[in-house]
């Protein structure tokens, strides 16, 4: 029993997908991002709509097909709008800077935390309290911006650290007299 996914995914013009066995490869104005699907799924392009198949019912090709379908979802968004995260730092003396590519964090330690830019990511620092990750892979965004966050993670008595844009941390009440 073959099912079709319930919403195809429309692609926009000027991306080009090419489906291979067990890869599905999507070029945009943003850049090239590939990906390796399980065999028992199926990819099909018709008509500039993407159609992800499974072969039955089973749990676990249900989870293949969802999985499948949102990865190729964000591929194709990934390579024309691309993806960002902000991060907001707290703290007196916390701030942020550009070097060439890279990010330089004055977190309060005794030397400042360089983290260097992977090929496809980018990063902006409008002011010295807020970071932006850009990229076309959600996947790496999504992981440089949570790497950044562990450099000093928010703590919860006073909230200094580093948090993701509109994060709610718990906070505390300290010692009581």
């Known amino acids: 029993m073959s099912r079709i996914g319930r919403k195809p995914i429309d692609v926009p013009s000027g991306v080009a997908i090419d489906v291979k066995p067990e890869s599905v490869t999507v ?25 992800v198949t499974r072969p039955t019912d089973r749990g676990e090709h249900r989870a293949l097909h969802g999985l499948t379908r949102s990865l190729v979802a964000n591929m194709v968004e990934g390579v024309t709008s691309g993806f960002q995260k902000t991060l907001e730092i707290q703290g007196v003396g916390y701030r942020a800077a550009l070097k060439g590519s890279d990010l ?71 010692k009581r007299a």
Do not use: C, M
């Not at 850049?31 to 990819?43: A, C, K, M, Q, W």
């Not at 970071?131 to 959600?138: A, E, F, R």
């Open 104 to 174: 330089e964090l004055a977190l309060g330690y005794s030397h400042p935390v360089s983290i260097k830019a992977p090929q496809g990511i980018e990063f902006e620092v409008p002011i010295p309290t807020r970071v932006i990750v850009k990229g076309n892979s959600k996947q790496q965004v999504g992981e440089l911006a949570a790497n950044i966050r562990k450099a000093r993670p928010p703590e919860p008595y006073k909230g200094k650290g580093i948090r993701y844009e509109g994060e709610h941390v718990a906070r505390k009440v300290g």
């Open 27 to 51: 070029k945009g104005p943003k850049g090239e991002l590939s990906e390796r699907i399980h065999r028992d799924i199926t990819v099909s392009v018709e008509d500039s709509v993407v159609s």
